[in-house]
């Protein structure tokens, strides 16, 4: 029906929004140059989570976010959020109906981190390695969408250019967690740095 179909045009138009979004994103950043001001990621998990609880809600996934205040670091607000933002969409598109997804930010000793973790398929041990490598592409989603083939790869560019990493643990059948880890802001960086509460993150492994 005109409903459906309208569902159908609408979920086109936003995956060739992101598609574009992805190009745009890599053409910008192929070769880093980043901001670099105080961007608390307390702030960034917030509005990731608020700009994606529509699309979780229609896919009836259960979306939540833990994040302490105060977790500075010194870099490129808006490609740190295109970061998440692209983890996000991932998880959100491969968690099944019923599951969760969660957002969460913390400090651990020198280092400020940001993950999502979700309950979909999970990630063969031998593709581990080439999920960042541009252009590659996962099986479909739960409703048989693809992604880019950029967005884990901007992930990578984005966290490397401020001099961190990303990480991946995942297990097949019981879903990923895919985190960014970045060096904590200097206190002089911040007007008012705060104390990063350490919170809880599962274990990290390649």
């Known amino acids: ?80 959020r295109q970061a998440l933002h692209n983890l996000t969409g991932n998880a959100v598109r491969v968690a099944p109906p019923g599951s969760a997804v969660r957002l969460a930010a913390g400090r651990d000793g020198g280092w400020i981190w940001m993950a999502v973790e979700d309950a979909g398929p999970g990630i063969p041990e031998a593709e581990r390695d080439l ?10 989603g739960e409703d048989g969408e693809r992604g880019s083939g950029l967005g884990l790869t901007i992930v990578r ?3 490397e250019g401020h001099n961190g990493e990303v990480r991946l643990a995942s297990e097949e059948g019981r879903g990923s967690t895919f ?6 802001a200097p206190e002089h960086a911040v007007e008012a740095p705060g104390a990063g509460v350490a919170a809880a993150v599962p274990s990290q492994t390649a």
């Open 179 to 184: 985190s960014v880890w970045l060096p904590a």
């Open 1 to 80: 029906d005109l409903r459906e179909a309208a569902g159908v045009v609408a979920r086109t138009v936003d995956r060739l929004t992101h598609l574009v979004d992805d190009l745009l994103q890599f053409a910008r950043h192929g070769a880093p140059t980043f901001a670099h001001e105080p961007v608390d990621l307390s702030d960034v998990v917030a509005e990731v989570t608020a700009e994606f609880a529509g699309a979780a809600a229609d896919r009836e996934v259960v979306l939540d976010s833990v994040a302490p205040p105060a977790l500075w670091v010194v870099g490129d607000r808006v490609a740190l």
């Open 131 to 140: 999920v960042f490598q541009r252009f590659w592409r996962k099986a479909r």
């Open 157 to 159: 560019q984005v966290a």
